[in-house]
Nanobody
Framework: EVHLTESGGGSVQAGGSLRLSCNVP?????????LAWFRQSPGKGRDVVAS??????????YYVGSVRGRFTVSQDNAKNTLYLEMSNLKPEDTALYYC??????????????????WGQGTQVTVSP
């Protein structure tokens, strides 16, 4: 079983910024793959926030509408790290954020059921 490790969560005021990091094992990123960030608020399901799909000749990015223009997903292969840069944070961004990976394919899906590697989650709290 593959485990990912997130860091970088915290508490900020609305309009502030945070950067989340996720350590991804090299055995996932050696070929085609999908990496994603999800978030989950109390009493709600786990929703995709952003994803990056590496399919060989192309790299595809996806952002859910509510974060487009404010969040940026990126990776540093040399450091085996996935990032989520979050700016202009809003109280509704408050959630437990998870990084996830598909080790069996590079297409990214919005449903968490397609991901087989997860981190433990890092809390992001945005106050008004």
């Amino acid at each position: 079983e593959v485990h990912l490790t997130e860091s970088g969560g915290g508490s900020v005021q609305a309009g502030g910024s945070l950067r989340l990091s996720c350590n991804v094992p090299a055995r996932i990123t050696y070929s085609k793959y999908c990496l994603a960030w999800f978030r989950q608020s109390p009493g709600k399901g786990r929703d995709v926030v952003a994803s990056i799909s590496i399919g060989g000749d192309s790299t595809d990015y996806y952002y859910v509408g509510s974060v487009r223009g404010r969040f940026t997903v990126s990776q540093d292969n040399a450091k085996n790290t996935l990032y989520l840069e979050m700016s202009n944070l809003k109280p509704e961004d408050t959630a437990l954020y998870y990084c996830a990976a598909r080790s069996t394919g590079y297409l990214c899906y919005v449903s968490p059921q397609f991901y087989d590697a997860w981190g433990q989650g890092t809390q992001v709290t945005v106050s008004p």
